[in-house]
């Protein structure tokens, strides 16, 4: 744990003051007015275009091509990056359809109960209405990016990782797809995802054996 958290320690410094500062926003106003207000940025050409394309990395099918492509690069790391992005897309939807399955999105929120308040909207974006809580899009970037995170080296590489998880997540809210509250929730699920596998394959100490390529794996040798 220790070295877990000198090796992660600008990583989770990062994240823990980017929550802190997200949840002293939910408590002090109604997600409403503060969605508003987050939207009031809305509608600078380059903006309005970076966060169209990024939140995709937050897409179910595109994090399966890229666990797809880590796999072949790294099984252990692959196998990992795909057991966490299942598990904390069941729990996003288990809590989704059991417990917020009323929680409606802000498109449809603004429609029909504000009255004198019209949100800015990006071009070309598919407004979904219900099931706002939490994102799945913030879940699933958190828990691969996270992940990811941990098992690089690097301090710079953890910090871009972070950070992509960090403007995917934002997009939903730019994107008025989500709510503040819903992207904060959706990365703890991940986050908190990520270092649970990151824990569980590091005490996995045979997991080390897959720590390669894909062609290099060599299954006649391999010691059971």
Known sequence: MRLFLKTNKWLLSVYLVLIGIGGYYVWQQDK?????????????????????????????????????????????????????FALAGLVTYAIKQIGYDEVNRPSFVFHFFVKGKTLNYVEGVDLHIHNSFPSGHATQAFAVFGLLAFFLKQ????????????????????LSQHWLIDILGGSLVGF???????????????TERLNRPIWQLNYANTPS
């Open 155 to 174: 301090q710079w590489q953890k910090l871009v990782c972070i950070f992509i998880a960090i403007l995917t997540a934002y997009s939903r809210v730019y």
């Open 32 to 84: 409403v007015s503060l969605h508003y207000q987050m939207n009031q940025v809305v509608g600078h050409a380059f903006w309005d275009s970076f966060f169209y394309y990024i939140t995709y990395l937050g897409d179910g099918t595109i994090a399966a091509i890229f666990i797809a492509l880590i796999l072949v690069l790294n099984v252990r790391m692959g196998l990992a990056l795909l057991i966490c």
């Open 192 to 206: 908190t995802a990520a270092v649970f596998i990151y824990f569980s394959f590091s005490l996995i100490k045979k």
